[in-house]
């Protein structure tokens, strides 16, 4: 081998060093190119994948109602004046049940309340019955089902019936609609004193209720 000295000894000496510096970064540049080749293979196998779905859509909740309503057209049905022991008055009313929900709880009658000038309630004897046939102001055709209330005065219905809890009535509505006619007969005491000559009962509301 030819000795070399000088400058030809350098420069060979820095080409080989060159050569040996270049080679582990070949290689560190080789292993992290396979490293990407490997990534991209796994993100490629990781994206490609077969999917599907199913879905159920447009559900929607709205609340049924328990609609009742009567055929009165917001008139009274008594206003009566002059009255005498032993007279009596009837009226008839059609209540209906329209609402939404199929099998509601039974219809309930009870006392909306009223204002009484001394005790005239304790004299006037109140009939209630259920039944179908008749409308407001004609009870013509009426045929009852059942008496819901015979034998008392208005002071004992206002006190025993208050509210749905303590209504009176049979009636459970099936379907709907579905219609209820009620007679009312309302008598002044025959045995009424002499002292209740001018007295009064005014403003007495008869309610029907009914529950889901």
């Not at 001394?118 to 004897?125: A, I, K, S, V």
Request: proline share 4%.
């Amino acid at each position: 081998m030819r000795e070399t000295t000088g400058l030809d000894g350098i420069f060979l000496m820095r080409r080989r060093a060159r050569r040996q510096s270049r080679a582990p970064m070949f290689r560190v540049m080789g292993v992290t190119a396979a490293m990407l080749v490997v990534s991209l293979a796994v993100i490629s196998s990781s994206v490609a994948v077969f999917n599907d779905t199913t879905d159920n859509t447009a559900n929607s909740f709205t609340a049924g109602d328990v609609d009742l309503v009567d055929d009165d057209s917001g008139s009274t049905m008594f206003t009566v004046v002059d009255m005498e022991p032993g007279e009596s008055v009837t009226d008839c009313i059609v209540v209906t049940y329209q609402g939404s929900v199929p099998d509601p709880s039974g219809v309930k009658l009870y006392s909306g309340g009223y204002t009484d000038s001394g005790d005239f309630d304790t004299y006037l004897n109140l009939t209630i019955e259920e039944g179908t046939g008749g409308s407001f102001g004609n009870c013509g055709g009426f045929s009852p089902d059942n008496s819901i209330e015979s034998g008392g005065t208005l002071s004992d219905f206002d006190t025993a019936h208050t509210s749905y809890a303590t209504g009176a009535g049979v009636w459970d509505p099936s379907a709907t609609p579905e219609s209820k006619t009620y007679r009312i007969t309302v008598e002044l005491d025959s045995a009424a004193p002499n002292a209740e000559q001018g007295e009064s009962v005014t403003a007495l509301t008869f309610t029907w209720e009914i529950q889901n």
